[in-house]
């Protein structure tokens, strides 16, 4: 399973903001990282910025170039538009529903309580963060899980704004429906990476 594994903070930097949800000021925000700093000032191309948001959208989601593709590939083959159905399969990802559920602080949290077998998938095991959700399915953790003090006081908390297409009751989720556009509230130009694979 390959997952990135480098400093973080230098990709938000890349992006300009926190990609990674974990609440870090983020230290000369505005300048992307290097050790002098921004070469020039060049307006950047069409394709740089088209690349940019797909790579944007590939590391908020924490997953590598070719499972990003494959999305993208499958995408096309389902009616409707293609970055709305990309944006669709990747929130529809089982680690990032136990994010939204408000499971976790942080996706990679969330992945790495799927992978380590604490998420209950309708009352299985299921230990594949890319597994993809459907319409009516429960997800819940494992009591060694809620016991963890992050994910208690997660659980506790009356801060998190859950999505419309989602409901938590304790430490039970189900997914009512399946998402829209407007239940994605990340910054995502979809538009711009299906310009990016289509050139």
């Given at each position: 399973m390959a997952r990135y594994t480098e400093p973080k903070n230098r990709l938000s930097r890349r992006e300009g903001f926190d990609l990674f949800g974990r609440g870090n000021k983020l230290?000369?925000?505005?300048?992307?990282?290097?050790?002098?700093?921004?070469?020039?000032?060049?307006?950047?191309s069409d394709y740089a910025v088209r690349l940019r948001e797909k790579q944007k959208t590939?590391?908020?989601?924490?997953?590598?170039?070719?499972?990003?593709?494959?999305?993208?590939?499958?995408?096309?083959?389902?009616?409707?538009?293609?970055?709305?159905?990309?944006?669709?399969l990747l929130e529809t990802r089982l680690d990032n529903v136990v994010y939204r559920l408000g499971m976790a602080p942080t996706r990679a949290m969330a992945r790495q309580l799927v992978s380590h077998g604490h998420v209950r998938l309708d009352g299985k095991r299921v230990t594949i963060p890319?597994?993809?959700?459907?319409?009516?399915?429960?997800?819940?953790?494992?009591?060694?899980?809620?016991?963890?003090?992050?994910?208690?006081a997660l659980l506790q908390s009356t801060d998190h704004h859950l999505p419309a297409w989602l409901d938590r009751q304790g430490a039970v989720g189900v997914v009512t429906t399946l998402p829209s556009r407007t239940d994605v509230d990340s910054p995502i130009d979809e538009q711009l990476i299906v310009e990016f694979y289509s050139r």
């Open positions: 230290r000369r925000a505005t300048q992307p990282p290097g050790q002098h700093g921004p070469k020039g000032t060049r307006r950047p590939k590391r908020i989601y924490g997953i590598m170039e070719r499972q990003f593709r494959k999305y993208f590939e499958k995408a096309t083959k389902v009616r409707g538009k293609t970055g709305e159905v990309l944006l669709r890319s597994f993809q959700i459907s319409t009516g399915q429960q997800i819940s953790l494992s009591p060694k899980a809620m016991q963890t003090p992050v994910v208690s």
